[in-house]
């Protein structure tokens, strides 16, 4: 019930294109969805987040569409620039868990020029 | 600058031997958690506090060791019982238990040598 799968594992997008990734959780009592994202040999920075009494939030390229139903969530990376390149993680957190979220496996997203 | 700082950030122990990774915060935040990053697992808690004095296991708690004395300091020990300890270790922080935003250090790689 804590799990969060995440999809697709790597992503590869030409420049000027959009990335989606995708997470679903079984988890109902979760109410707080984060995105990190993550270059090579740092920490993970909290890009954007939702909760679930609205289906989609936007800051600049970056929109989480939030699909409360079907227990699913996802990352849309417009006009996608060779910078947006990292590793980028769902998570899910809620009262239940206290202050723990829960962490999907991580998606290596790589935008090419 | 508020922020959470690990240290060191390369790390190498001999078989046999504990080491510990240093995460001090000062962002007056009362959690803190221990991550491992693996290449394709993701974010796995190894240990996690939410009050001085008190700590939680998380997934993959064997083998390690923490404390929280301070509000602001939060050591991973890692055994000598830890089977298979080289990857990259993050430390995170959050304002508490309904706050789920978390802000992570940059990170200890530790290799066994």
């Known amino acids: 019930q804590q799990q969060v799968k995440q999809s697709p594992q790597s992503l590869i997008v030409q420049k000027g294109g959009i990335s989606i990734i995708n997470c679903a959780y079984e988890?109902?009592?979760?109410?707080?969805f984060p995105w990190y994202q993550q270059f090579p040999g740092k920490g993970p920075a909290l890009l954007i987040a939702i909760r679930p009494d609205v289906s989609e939030k936007k800051e600049g390229r970056f929109t989480i569409s939030f699909n409360k139903s079907a227990k699913q969530f996802s990352l849309h990376i417009m006009d996608s620039q060779p910078g947006d390149s990292a590793t980028y993680f769902c998570?899910?957190?809620?009262?239940?868990?206290?202050?723990?979220?829960?962490f999907g496996e991580g998606t290596q997203l790589t935008v090419n020029p | 600058d508020g922020g959470i700082t690990q240290s060191p950030k390369y790390l190498f122990r001999k078989e046999g031997q504990n080491v510990t990774l240093s995460c001090e915060q000062n962002l007056n935040h009362d959690a803190m958690y221990w991550y491992r990053q693996d290449p394709g697992q993701g974010l796995r808690l190894i240990y996690y506090s939410q009050i001085v004095n008190d700590f939680q296991k998380g997934d993959i708690a064997e083998g390690y060791s923490v404390s929280r004395e301070k509000k602001e300091s939060f050591p991973l020990t890692v055994t000598s019982a830890q089977k298979n300890p080289t990857a990259f270790y993050l430390c995170?922080?959050?304002?508490?238990?309904?706050?789920?935003?978390?802000?992570f250090g940059s990170g200890t790689r530790l290799t066994v040598v």
């Open positions: 988890n109902t009592a979760f109410d707080y």
């Open positions: 995170a922080s959050s304002i508490g238990s309904g706050h789920y935003g978390y802000t």
């Open positions: 998570a899910a957190g809620g009262q239940t868990s206290g202050s723990r979220l829960t």
